[in-house]
């Protein structure tokens, strides 16, 4: 590959790689405050997913024709690219400035997701409201179809956000040295598939056949000079 190539690949990657990814970003901070319910932030996150492919496909389409396939490829690993980016933003919040407290359950709601998943209003013992709802109760277990669920008035141990950005959240569920792999590991693959759909296209060659027509009639016209010279002579 040409160092001309070479730079159209990273330069039209790298162009993929800035929409998805500053895409995901900024969707994954909205869903992870505490301004949009946890279980309706599905809707403005698969909004943002699919604004991110239009721009990546608007703005770069001038370029070059693009490579769709690899372009999707690229899209759908963004969206795993959100929920990590949604993981690291509360995550870095809560260890940045969390205080860890015990909270009271004052209120039960269940979420408009299908099936059951419960979410937690909480108190502090003093009373004051915790910004935000706890969405999983201590002990539940991704896939487990008996989990341990809350009721108002239990005590629970959460990390709370004094500026109420984001979620409470439990001590277990706070781990930067979980969340930075998590999402360098998704942006790695992002990455990969938008250089590889940042690739140029390679033209087909065109195969020009010859006049038989036009030649035809060059030689009919030379035989019917030679023709008249003979008469002549």
């Not at 942006?187 to 030649?215: D, I, N, Q, W």
């Amino acid at each position: 590959m040409s160092i001309r190539n070479f730079r159209l690949v990273n330069q039209l990657g790298a162009a993929y790689l800035a929409v998805l990814t500053v895409v995901s970003e900024l969707g994954g901070a909205l869903v992870a405050t505490t301004w949009i319910r946890a279980d309706v932030a599905a809707l403005p996150g698969t909004i943002l997913w699919c604004l991110a492919l239009m721009a990546a496909a608007l703005v770069t389409a001038p370029a070059q024709p693009l490579r769709m396939g690899l372009l999707c490829l690229a899209w759908l690993l963004s969206g795993l690219l959100m929920f990590a980016s949604a993981m690291g933003f509360y995550t870095a919040v809560l260890e940045a400035r969390g205080k860890r407290v015990e909270a009271t359950v004052t209120q039960v709601r269940d979420g408009r997701e299908k099936g059951r998943h419960l979410y937690y209003a909480l108190a502090d013992l003093e009373g004051t409201r915790i910004p935000g709802e706890l969405s999983v109760w201590p002990g539940a277990e991704i896939g487990a179809s008996h989990n341990p669920e809350g009721e108002v008035g239990a005590r629970v141990t959460v990390i709370r956000d004094p500026e109420g950005l984001v979620d409470p959240r439990l001590p277990d569920d706070v781990d930067g040295s979980v969340a930075v792999p998590i999402w360098l590991v998704v942006f790695t693959m992002t990455a990969v598939a938008c250089m590889l759909a940042g690739r140029p296209l390679r033209a087909k060659p065109v195969v020009r056949r010859p006049r038989e027509t036009s030649e035809t009639g060059r030689g009919r016209a030379r035989r019917r000079r030679r023709k008249r010279r003979l008469r002549q002579s």
